[in-house]
């Protein structure tokens, strides 16, 4: 169904604070992508709308729907009933059909909330972006849109950065990163690639070249080893150059026996790339589900004879349970025959007349100390010794910086850039940065988020304005039908290619959901932007919500019962008039007499609304709680005017 027109007021963040959180997977997403709206369009039907929603704020959204941390997950408010939304998974469904990957760019141009960028357009100055991956895609994205002339270089001869360098080709098919960047190009933004800063240029000679701002994205290029006895021996490497070779068809010479070291995703992405040979036979190659088991079983054995039989170990400091490393890769990597060896560190790396023959691994009592500070423990009685010859570093990253000269004006504080954390304006006034190089690793959503920050602060400081965020509310009756049994429905991740495959081949390892199941799995999503809404002034405490309700969740309790909760009885003063410090003095019958409170634990209400259609007054109502965010610009020679910043 399509969706009404509402009139939005404008509101202080305080008012629409609490509902707005109710929302949990938009209120967790960096970008305030509305998970919930695109979810409950799949489980609808209404793709066509659910990629709109999912694309308005998010210029990768495509990328996303493979590849995200998915923050929304983690906190989606079904994971407290039993397991979250597969929200990612979803996401990834509409935009196969409609997004940039599909061929066809229109929807990708129209979907863009242009409300999120400031509303004055440019004088058409020329911006240069360095670094073309998602922190400088997305300020180009931003910029070209407000009219400014948008340049970006970048270092290698294709554009990505850790899109095309990191991830993995088995989880990201490079057409659809191509793709995605590709519509960004459309909207007029010119490519440079090849054009390494501080080699081919320099921040002054963008200058003379007359660009008014620029922008720095250049992520962090190189990896972190430790400095142990054998690290600097020719068989050991870096995860990244790794990556980045094995991704560009130009794999490195690895022997039988591999060893990892990290515990991160990085590492299980060198470890299940280093699995996978470096050509495998793709005759009759089909990525889905009609695959044939005699197939499989095939390819695998030939990838076997051409791979060398590899055995490829993961050394982490990290128990199980600790490990960064999402849970999905681990278990694919067992799957795939990586074998984990966790709560080990490392302390030699081995080798005989300069050649690797091992890693000697101590075991490791605790990671990090009391106050929560990396200092690892050991048992330097208990040693093992992991036979390989070859060697691969994945425990973060680092930046290269050496491009920066004194007379740049940009300053280094921590091996990062240094910024103004509100604007990410760097101590050169022209120049701007974010994303891993000014904060460190984070997630790909993180560095989106911090790039439309920045390009609304270059704007800024073109422009003499300041553009704030607000946000602008609504409330609408709930019109709303769950299907039958949505609360008993259990989560189910899309389907994935059979392990021996995955391992013999460089093929996408997750297929999508069919239309049928993707309804099904959007159909769990317990809608949290419709709300249970109280008017107390007409309950006659007659307990039926109380009996009603599936979940247990609402209770009416007397005042004398949660006289130790201030914020409850401050609620209760208010009501009725009196001082919070009145109730001192009453007595425990004196309060149960004076009235009571109706409480409600949010974290597990299902949205049955079966307390509404018992309440006799009707004192209790199904609302849905609309919001949106939007730029409006402040100019400075107006500084009275004052918003509310989100």
């Not at 929200?87 to 409609?98: D, G, M, P």
């Not at 921590?414 to 954390?421: A, E, Q, S, Y």
């Amino acid at each position: 169904m399509s969706e009404e027109k509402l009139e939005f007021e404008q509101v202080d963040t305080k008012d629409a604070d609490y509902w707005m959180k109710m929302v949990k997977c938009q209120d967790a997403c960096p970008v305030h992508t509305n998970a919930c709206g695109y979810v409950t369009a799949i489980a609808e039907g209404r793709d066509l709308d659910a990629y709109k929603i999912a694309r308005a704020t998010n210029p990768f959204a495509s990328i996303c729907g493979r590849v995200c941390g998915a923050p929304c997950e983690a906190n989606c408010r079904r994971g407290s009933l039993d397991t979250p939304i597969t929200i990612r998974a979803l996401k990834r469904f509409v935009n196969e059909k409609y997004g940039p990957e599909s061929g066809d760019f229109t929807y990708y141009k129209e979907g863009c909330n242009t409300k999120m960028l400031p509303p004055e357009k440019s004088e058409g100055e020329k911006i240069a972006v360095v670094g073309a991956g998602v922190a400088g895609l997305t300020v180009a994205h931003d910029l070209v849109q407000l009219g400014y002339q948008v340049t970006v270089f970048e270092a290698y001869e294709k554009a990505g950065g850790m899109l095309t360098a990191g991830v993995p080709i088995y989880r990201l098919p490079r057409e659809l990163v191509q793709a995605e960047i590709d519509a960004i190009l459309s909207m007029g933004v010119e490519l440079k690639c090849n054009m390494r800063l501080g080699r081919d240029f320099t921040i002054a000679d963008l200058r003379k070249q007359g660009y008014k701002a620029i922008f720095l994205g250049i992520g962090l290029q190189k990896g972190r080893k430790i400095p142990i006895e054998g690290a600097d021996l020719p068989q050991v490497y870096d995860g990244l150059d790794f990556l980045r070779a094995f991704n560009e068809g130009k794999p490195m010479e690895l022997g039988r026996r591999i060893v990892v070291i990290g515990g991160g995703n990085v590492a299980y992405d060198v470890a299940r790339s280093a699995v996978r040979p470096s050509k495998i036979p793709m005759a009759d190659a089909k990525s889905d589900l009609e695959r044939s088991e005699t197939i499989a079983y095939d390819v695998a054995r030939s990838a076997i004879r051409m791979s060398g039989d590899k055995e490829v170990h993961l050394v982490c400091l990290e128990k199980r349970n600790e490990m960064p490393a999402d849970e999905i890769e681990i278990e694919e990597g067992a799957e795939e025959g990586i074998k984990l060896h966790d709560g080990w560190g490392p302390r030699v790396i081995l080798n005989e007349e300069g050649y690797v023959t091992g890693l000697r691994t101590v075991k490791c009592l605790s990671v990090f100390d009391e106050n929560g500070k990396f200092s690892p423990k050991y048992d330097e009685n208990a040693v093992e010794d992991i036979p390989a010859d070859t060697i691969f570093f994945a425990i973060g990253q680092t930046s290269d910086l050496t491009f920066l000269k004194p007379k740049d004006g940009v300053e280094v504080e921590n091996g990062l850039i240094k910024i103004d954390p509100e604007t990410y304006q760097t101590t050169a006034p022209d120049v701007f940065a974010c994303g891993d190089v000014a904060h460190g690793p984070r997630l790909f959503i993180h560095a989106i988020a911090s790039a439309q920050i920045a390009a609304r602060s270059m704007h800024d400081y073109l422009r003499g304005t300041r553009t704030d965020v607000v946000v602008k509310k609504a409330w609408k009756s709930a019109d709303y039908t769950m299907v039958d049994g949505w609360d008993q429905m259990k989560r189910k991740l899309p389907p994935a290619l059979h392990s021996e495959l995955r391992a013999s081949s460089n093929e996408i390892v997750e297929i999508n959901y069919s239309d049928a199941e993707a309804r099904k799995q959007a159909a769990r999503c317990l809608r949290c932007n419709v709300n249970t809404v109280f008017d107390t002034s007409i309950c006659v405490a007659c307990n039926g919500c109380v009996d009603v309700c599936p979940e247990n969740l609402i209770k009416l309790v007397g005042l004398h019962q949660v006289r130790s909760d201030a914020k409850l009885m401050q609620i209760a003063s208010d009501s009725l008039g009196l001082k919070a410090e009145d109730f001192k003095g009453y007595s425990d019958e004196e309060l149960e007499q004076l009235g009571g409170l109706m409480l409600k634990d949010e974290s597990t209400c299902i949205r049955c609304a079966m307390c509404a259609s018992r309440c006799p007054t009707n004192a209790i109502t199904m609302k849905k709680f609309e919001f949106t965010r939007e730029c409006v610009t402040i100019h400075a020679r107006n500084p009275k005017i004052k918003y509310q910043t989100v």
